[in-house]
Structure formats: C-alpha cells, structure tokens
C-alpha cells in the first residue's frame, strides 16, 4: 500500500471511529436518557475517561498509520480505538434493537480489548530488529 493511499483510509477510518463516538453523545447530551451510558450517578468521570481514551487511541493511530503506514502500531491502535467507539455505539444501537445491540456488543468489546495485547510481541519484535546506532556503539565500547 502506497503512502497516500494509507493516508487516506487512516483518515477514513479515524473519521468512522469519531463519528461513532459521537453520535451516542450527541444523543445523550440532547436530553434523551441511554441505559448504561452515563446515566448513572456521579458517571462523569467514567464517560469523560472513555471519552479521552478512545479519542487518543483514534487519533494516534491515525496519525502513526498515516506517517509510517508499514508500522503495524499505528494501524493497531486506530483498530483498537475503532472497535470501542463501534463498543459505545452499540449502547445506544441497544436501546432500539436488542437483538443488534447485543450481537455488535459481545463482539466489538472483546476485539478492543485483544488487539492491544499484540502491542507487546509487537514492540519485542522491533527492538530485537532495529539496528544499533553507532552513538550506541561507542558508549558501550
């Protein structure tokens, strides 16, 4: 895949990622009540914390995606970040359709959460491969 065609499927994607982000919040600050999306009280602090995290995870992704698009990281963490905001949606895909909300619900969570579990062989992997600079020779010498 060429440098410009990564570009703009990162871009493309972190775009799907914020649009499902946000279109449960803009639902839920317009008033209208969404079972287990910040209805709770004192919810804030969650809804605020999962709110940063997948909008950084989106957004780095993309931009790592975009600038080194052979680096599977950046394509990682826009997935990643992909299927929580798919996760947040299909709260509010629930409260219409019980039978889609659960079914992109069990899936999409679990996805989220496994994909950065290869972050760890991943970055092994890089550092056993990247070559030595030579300022690191010479301070080991």
């Known amino acids: ?4 065609t990564a570009s703009w499927l990162a871009l493309a994607l972190w775009v799907t990622s ?3 982000l946000l279109i449960p919040v803009a639902y839920r600050v317009s008033g209208h009540a969404v079972a287990g999306f910040g209805d709770q009280p004192g919810s804030v602090y969650p809804v605020v914390t999962v709110l940063l995290f997948l909008l950084s995870f989106a957004t780095v992704g993309a931009v790592l995606a975009s600038n080194r698009p052979s680096n599977p ?3 990682l963490l826009l997935a990643s970040g992909m299927c929580y905001s798919l ?3 299909s709260i509010l895909v629930g409260e219409f359709s019980t039978r889609w909300g659960d079914w992109l619900s069990n899936w999409v969570w679990g996805l989220g959460i496994g994909i950065p579990a290869t972050f760890v062989p991943l970055l092994g992997s890089a550092a056993r491969s990247a070559p030595r600079s030579s300022s690191c020779k010479r301070r080991s010498a």
């Open 1 to 4: 895949m060429n440098r410009r």
């Open 87 to 89: 996760g947040s949606l």
């Open 73 to 75: 990281i950046g394509w």
């Open 18 to 20: 914020i649009v499902a």
